[in-house]
């Protein structure tokens, strides 16, 4: 069975950091290209960030400026988001998803339950 956990959420002031983890279990997690996901208050998913099965290749949303870093360390089973300067409009849960098949396109299949991320003074 599947399992996907984040954790490394928590409340941070803007221009702060923090490192959000998934710890996956289930699956061959170096054969899947991996994504965050997040969700603000009151809107839809949005895409963050992808990284292919090997992490050598990786991708990022426009609005994030550089800000963030997407890696994973397959050893461990386990995706990162380093999220530096951190923004209000930064708040979100964060979910970490596995593509359905092992590209970096296409639907996702399975999704962590999320971490909240809030960004306030």
Not at 38 to 66: C, F, H, M
């Amino acid at each position: 069975e599947v399992h996907m956990v984040e954790s490394g959420g928590g409340l941070v002031q803007p221009g702060g950091s923090l490192r959000l983890s998934c710890a996956a279990s289930g699956f061959t997690f170096s054969r899947y290209a991996m994504s965050w996901v997040r969700q603000a208050p009151g809107k839809g998913l949005e895409w963050v960030s992808n990284i292919n099965a090997g992490g050598g290749t990786t991708n990022y949303a426009d609005s994030l400026k550089g800000r963030f870093t997407i890696s994973r360390d397959n050893a461990k089973n386990t995706l990162y988001l380093q999220m530096n300067s951190l923004e209000p409009e930064d708040t979100a849960v964060y979910y970490c998803a596995k593509y359905m098949i092992a590209t970096m396109t296409g639907p996702y299949d399975y999704w962590g339950q999320g971490a909240q991320v809030t960004v306030s003074s």
